[in-house]
């Protein structure tokens, strides 16, 4: 009798385990079934999403090219008309185009009438001109860019997903059956290495979520639909619709979840490639705007961070190389001959590249604790101030206006950068200080530049103009 109770209790044994196999079986088998089914997705639809992304490059930078080349040239031929050459041609040789004279100049004044009347239009003629970023306008194509998104957005869904059956159509439909074999395989889910093909997986749902996103606001205001979907304008990476069941789904096992890293590959795989194709070729570093979101941008890749640093100094790069960029086209050096140097004091295009080399050493600034004092303080400081803005100076002393920008452009910099006080900005400091001309107009501006002085932390010499 003992050995039947025995024999019974061991039956009961086997039958549990055999139904635990047997339900790990059908875990196996669905799971099986599952990377089979996006195995054949990802052969039929990869290729066509790659070629989907350079479609997507080439609407973005084909707009951002037409805009910014209009800018260039209107402010070449402003700065030609004034006397000014360039020190050194453009890189892409924007300034070699040959034109008939008459018509340059009469294409240049509508272009600054055309200019002048957006300006008008939302009540900012100002006279600080070049320290107001150029609008969007249909000169550059802008409502053909935005009908051209709307309908490759929907060309796009389309192709890639509308005939996907509703349980492969979303990184969350895939996330749903992976969860549930996740919690019920446990430890045989660890031993089959899923993890390492996750990344993969998801990395062709992550680069079709992107086609909706537009961090700079190129062509989209929140809340646009784009066929299927609505634009997504955000810089937090939060919002993206796969984002949170993902986060959800590396913490199933606890902190030793295989999983748990998955969330930063997607995003360096997926976003950072995207955040610095758009630092190198969409930003306009002339606009406030759009130079705190990419200083977002930059802080929110920074979060998702992993392993050796390469990643994220590549979109420091980019970032860095997009201003050395604008710098050159947008505020260009220029050598004035010594007999047209009065004329040009007087010239508003002085003032255009003197608030605009100012406006965009203020949107560097924005990315100051991301990019290296090692790199940015340099741009800032010589190739920016000593090059483009002090060579331009009449006499801050004298010219209000010119005080004006001075404090605007010491206002931008660090406290740190100003102890000891750079090089560049010794110049400042003897014109500011007791070697001034000792006239009505430098008596008007002492105060100003008593005040300055102290905020470049030249304590002496502010000391000495109240004698």
């Known amino acids: 009798k003992s050995q039947r109770d025995a024999a019974q209790d061991e039956i009961r044994q086997i039958e549990s385990q055999d139904k635990k196999i047997a339900r790990s079986l059908r875990c196996v088998r669905e799971l099986e079934e599952i990377a ?4 054949g997705l990802l052969d039929e639809k990869s290729t066509k999403c790659k070629q989907a992304s350079a479609m997507l490059s080439q609407i973005e930078e084909g707009f951002v090219k037409r805009r910014s080349k209009r800018r260039v040239k209107d402010f070449l031929e402003a700065l030609k008309a004034a006397g000014a050459s360039l020190t050194r041609p453009l890189e892409d040789g924007s300034n070699d185009e040959k034109e008939d004279s008459t018509d340059a100049v009469a294409e240049a004044a509508a272009r600054t009438a055309r200019r002048l009347e957006r300006k008008k239009a939302r009540g900012s003629v100002e006279e600080k001109e070049g320290w107001e970023t150029s609008d969007h306008s249909d000169e550059d194509g802008l409502e053909q860019t935005a009908k051209d998104r709307r309908s490759f957005c929907t060309a796009v869904h389309r192709q890639l997903l509308e005939d996907v059956s509703e349980e492969f159509a979303s990184a969350s439909a895939v996330l749903k059956a992976l969860k549930s074999a996740k919690q019920k395989l446990q430890e045989e889910y660890r031993q089959a290495f899923v993890h390492l093909s996750l990344p993969e997986v998801f990395t062709f749902f992550v680069e079709h979520s992107t086609f909706w996103w537009d961090p700079f606001s190129l062509c989209a205001k929140s809340g646009v639909n784009w066929g ?12 993206f619709d796969w ?10 096992l606890g902190d030793d979840d295989p999983d748990g890293e998955l969330v930063p590959k997607i995003i360096q795989k997926c976003i950072f490639p995207e955040v610095s194709r758009r630092l190198r070729s969409c930003w306009d570093c002339t606009s406030v705007e759009q130079s705190k979101r990419a200083a977002a941008l930059l802080d929110e890749c920074l979060l998702f961070e992993v392993g050796e640093e390469g990643a994220f100094n590549d979109l420091l790069l980019a970032a860095l190389e997009r201003l050395r960029h604008c710098l050159q086209h947008f505020a260009p050096e220029v050598f004035i001959p010594a007999d047209l140097v009065p004329t040009w004091y007087m010239s508003p295009v002085r003032k255009r590249l003197l608030w605009r080399s100012c406006k965009i050493a203020h949107c560097a600034a924005l990315l100051e604790g991301r990019i290296a004092d090692e790199h940015l303080a340099p741009l800032l400081l010589n190739e920016i101030f000593a090059t483009r803005i002090a060579p331009h100076l009449q006499g801050p002393r004298l010219h209000v206006e010119e005080m004006d920008l001075l404090e605007r452009f010491v206002s931008i910099l660090p406290e740190r950068w100003l102890a000891p006080l750079p090089s560049a900005l010794a110049p400042v400091r003897d014109v500011l200080g007791p070697r001034a001309p000792k006239t009505a107009a430098a008596q008007f501006t002492k105060d100003r530049a008593f005040r300055l002085l102290q905020q470049m932390k030249c304590f002496d010499e502010a000391e000495a103009l109240k004698l």
């Open 228 to 239: 299927p979907r609505k634009a997504l304008t955000t810089t937090q990476l939060e919002a």
């Open 243 to 252: 984002f949170e069941e993902m986060a959800s789904f590396t913490e199933l």
């Open 36 to 39: 089979w089914s996006l195995g």
